[in-house]
């Protein structure tokens, strides 16, 4: 075998192994995790058109025209839309919370696509880390995440990550959608995935 041929054979094999990894990285994990309803595949019983184990929160506290989405999906056959109700409300999000301990190191993930957002509106992930008498001790939150750079033909990944402060017991996971200028159009999110990690991978 020449050169010539190994290097490409070489490359081929490096291509088909970057493809692997980052497939892998954009397919539902088969174990289980610490959130409950990760993909919103289960409705409320209590809440028509709300996600199980997840609130919807809002500046006024109405949720308005935040629900689940039977049409497109990350994983499975729902995933959650997060739109405005071209009120007051300036935030829209999910949240839900999970036992940590203090001292952990964790990555939070999830899927965004937009739905015709417009003007200045952005998303942010976030993990408010609360001790046992559920009070906030600090919390971390991704960078914005613009409407430009999420796309509305496919869905993209955006994580954050963070080390559970001591004292903590546990975190509230979030998903918000901000809007500045602009309340048309809304997001849809699917597949939100929070994972313990060691501190060897943790991003500076």
Same mark, same amino acid.
């Given at each position: 075998?020449? $050169?010539?041929?190994?290097?490409?054979?070489?490359?081929?094999?490096?291509?088909?192994?970057?493809?692997?990894?980052?497939?892998?990285?954009?397919?539902?994990?088969?174990?289980?995790?610490?959130?409950?309803? #990760?993909?919103?595949?289960?409705?409320?019983?209590?809440?028509?058109?709300? #996600?199980?184990?997840?609130?919807?929160?809002?500046? !006024?506290?109405?949720?308005?025209?935040? $629900?689940?989405?039977?049409?497109? @999906?990350?994983?499975?056959?729902?995933?959650?839309?997060?739109?405005?109700?071209?009120? $007051?409300?300036?935030?829209?999000?999910?949240?839900?919370?999970?036992?940590?301990?203090?001292?952990?190191?964790?990555?939070?993930?999830?899927?965004?696509?937009?739905?015709?957002?417009?003007?200045?509106?952005?998303?942010?992930?976030?993990?408010?880390?609360?001790?046992?008498?559920?009070?906030?001790? !600090? $919390?971390?939150? !991704?960078?914005?995440?613009?409407?430009?750079?999420?796309?509305?033909?496919?869905?993209?990944?955006? !994580?954050?990550?963070?080390?559970? #402060?001591? @004292?903590?017991?546990? @975190?509230?996971?979030?998903?918000?959608?901000?809007?500045?200028?602009?309340?048309?159009?809304?997001?849809?999110?699917?597949?939100?995935?929070?994972?313990?990690?060691?501190?060897?991978?943790?991003?500076?």
């Amino acid at each position: 075998m020449n $050169r010539i041929v190994l290097s490409i054979v070489l490359i081929l094999g490096l291509a088909l192994l970057s493809f692997a990894l980052f497939a892998q990285d954009n397919v539902w994990k088969n174990v289980d995790g610490p959130l409950k309803n #990760p993909s919103f595949e289960i409705m409320a019983t209590d809440r028509a058109g709300e #996600p199980e184990s997840w609130n919807v929160f809002t500046e !006024s506290g109405e949720i308005g025209l935040s $629900r689940l989405n039977i049409d497109v @999906a990350q994983h499975g056959t729902q995933s959650m839309g997060l739109g405005f109700d071209t009120k $007051r409300d300036k935030f829209v999000g999910v949240a839900q919370d999970v036992d940590i301990g203090p001292g952990q190191k964790w990555k939070l993930s999830g899927f965004f696509r937009n739905v015709g957002l417009q003007g200045a509106s952005h998303v942010k992930l976030g993990l408010e880390w609360k001790n046992a008498e559920n009070v906030e001790i !600090s $919390r971390i939150q !991704s960078a914005k995440i613009d409407r430009t750079n999420i796309s509305d033909k496919e869905w993209k990944k955006f !994580s954050v990550e963070g080390i559970a #402060p001591g @004292a903590t017991a546990h @975190a509230t996971v979030t998903v918000t959608l901000f809007t500045a200028d602009s309340e048309e159009g809304s997001i849809l999110v699917d597949t939100i995935w929070l994972e313990q990690v060691p501190a060897t991978d943790i991003k500076k």
